[in-house]
């Protein structure tokens, strides 16, 4: 009888997406420091580009249409940028907080996933902060006669003025969801399921008001550069002034929103999601039992026989 070596395309169950996320959380960790920075770059970029598609969908929307449906619409259109980075190939912080299940399982050393944490959060920031200055460049914050960069302003002022627990309270679930996102991409087997997985934990965290500390290295930088720089007809555009948003600054960037987020990633991805997971599925005592070959019977009831190799007893 020819052997079926035909490749199941049936999604892979909750045990086996844990043993992946661990095999992934290896791979990462030992990655070369350029190859890791790089990819970090590149992911910074990519949720910036879900970033700038958002506030672009959203601009000139208040008043026009119900809160509930402007933040579904800005959601949907920001799971580009996670999609960006899954199936384009990057490394992103915030899915990086699930290197914990190898970790846990002594497979990634506690040096090693500092390191990827440090170099991956530093190449998000690069990137982010090079899309900024790209995007302020081209001036597109004037467009809709100045209904993207009046909306830019707005989403990035409110953030910087959430309290320090509320930001990582924020961050928490927001992050908790994008690693489920990561989490289910784990069980695909075609680029239609990954795109699929992702789209509805990340529009639920963007239309929620949470906070990710990589999607903010562009919405508060953003809206700081135009701040600082946009020309006085931006301004008549929009009937306001620098002074109208006294609270966004540098400082209040860093430490009153940055900084609490991304602690609350942290302990979103890390505990909420790596953490469980590697609990029901991969500490020791979850590994499933050797069975006796006197208790291995088929559906007939019968023990199957086994023949020993050369040499074997």
């Known amino acids: 009888m020819a052997l079926n070596t035909a490749q199941s395309f049936d999604a892979l169950l909750p045990p086996d997406m844990a043993a992946k996320a661990s095999q992934l959380g290896v791979k990462k960790a030992n990655m070369d420091r350029l190859t890791m920075f790089g990819l970090s770059v590149l992911a910074g970029a990519f949720i910036s580009l879900g970033a700038i598609f958002s506030t672009t969908v959203v601009a000139g929307a208040a008043g026009a249409l119900p809160y509930g449906v402007i933040r579904l619409l800005a959601g949907l259109v920001f799971s580009l940028g996670l999609i960006l980075v899954i199936v384009g190939g990057a490394e992103l912080f915030t899915g990086n907080t699930l290197i914990v299940m190898a970790w846990a399982s002594a497979k990634v050393t506690t040096a090693k996933l500092i390191r990827n944490w440090i170099i991956v959060y530093l190449g998000n920031f690069v990137g982010a902060i090079l899309t900024v200055i790209i995007m302020f460049l081209s001036g597109q914050f004037a ?171």
Request: aromatic share 12%.
């Open 143 to 313: 467009f809709g006669n100045g209904a993207v960069g009046a909306a830019a302003l707005a989403t990035a002022h409110a953030k910087v003025q959430l309290g320090f627990t509320q930001a990582v309270a924020l961050g928490i679930m927001c992050n908790a969801l994008v690693c489920l996102a990561v989490w289910l991409t784990y069980s695909a087997r075609t680029t239609t399921d990954r795109i699929l997985a992702i789209v509805p934990p990340i529009t639920a965290f963007v239309a929620a008001g949470f906070e990710h500390s990589i999607a903010n290295m562009y919405f508060i930088p953003i809206a700081l550069f135009i701040k600082a720089w946009a020309p006085a007809t931006f301004w008549a555009l929009i009937d306001k002034t620098p002074a109208d948003f006294g609270a966004l600054t540098w400082n209040n960037f860093f430490v009153v929103n940055l900084l609490p987020v991304t602690i609350g990633n942290i302990i979103g991805g890390a505990v909420l999601v790596g953490a469980v997971y590697w609990l029901i599925y991969l500490r020791p005592a979850a590994a499933p039992p050797a069975v006796p070959l006197e208790d291995r019977r088929n559906d007939s009831g019968v023990t199957p026989t086994t023949h020993a190799a050369p040499g074997e007893v």
